[in-house]
């Protein structure tokens, strides 16, 4: 167990998979002067709105969490007990409304590094529910996305190009039918996944609606223990 004693304590991970550039944290620098912490939930006194924190306070609200102002402004989350500070500030409407559009910069956020894909194949091999409730697999569809969008640097001999999982290349006296299974949450598709042992694979476009996968017949029987 480490003990927290000084700034030097707080020592980066050396697989943290987010890097800034030297303009991204200059605008970072400047945020953190002229705004503070936005990172969490802000209200600003004078315009009686929230200035950063929206969808949080939203899913607290729903979850039927209060506020409560002892001994400072937090909202406690009646499922964990996790506390969410408050900050009450001072603002007229013009820097209220830039804090907001700042506290929401992607540019002032850094960028993913090559690391991230690592991480995440870690992640969904340890705690596949997890990353699909927090929305990680999201960040999968994003790679895909990024790496069907460049282009290559040499062109692919035949041999090195990935072949279709089941080419349907018609037979004599051969035809294909099928069925579709839809899952309308990500959690019923990671159950799916487990039951039928679907892993994953590369595909030749990506998928911004949703991910699927064919199966063979023999393949569903033996998953299901028909055989």
């Known amino acids: ?7 030097q304590d707080l020592a980066a991970h050396p697989e943290n998979p987010r890097s800034i ?13 002229r705004f503070g912490n936005i990172a969490g939930i802000v209200w600003n006194r004078r315009t009686g709105f929230l200035v950063a924190g929206h969808q949080r306070v939203n899913v607290l609200m729903e979850k039927g969490a209060t506020l409560e102002l002892e ?4 909202i406690t989350d009646p499922e964990t007990g996790e506390s969410w500070p408050v900050r009450v500030v001072d603002w007229d409407e013009t820097v ?8 929401n910069n992607p540019h002032i956020a ?21 990353v699909d409730d927090v929305g990680l697999n999201r960040l999968f569809c994003d790679l895909e996305r990024e790496a069907d969008e460049t282009p290559s640097d040499k062109p692919q001999d035949e041999s090195e190009k990935e072949n279709p999982i089941y080419p349907l290349v018609a037979r004599l006296n051969e035809s294909y039918n099928y ?8 959690l019923d598709w990671t159950r ?17 609606v949703g991910e699927g996968r064919a199966i063979s017949f023999q393949v569903f029987k033996s998953a299901l223990g028909l055989e």
């Open 110 to 130: 850094g960028e993913f590094t090559d690391g991230l894909a690592g991480i995440l194949s870690r992640l969904e091999d340890e705690d596949p529910l997890m």
């Open 71 to 74: 001994p400072e402004p937090h």
């Open 21 to 33: 550039d030297g303009e991204s944290r200059r605008g970072l620098s400047a945020s953190m002067r």
């Open 192 to 208: 799916l996944k487990s039951i039928l042992a679907i892993t994953k694979c590369r595909t030749n476009k990506s998928k911004t």
């Open 179 to 186: 069925v579709v299974i839809f899952t309308e949450n990500d």
């Open 96 to 103: 209220a409304d830039a804090a907001m559009v700042e506290a």
């Open 1 to 7: 167990m480490h003990e927290l004693s000084s700034i």
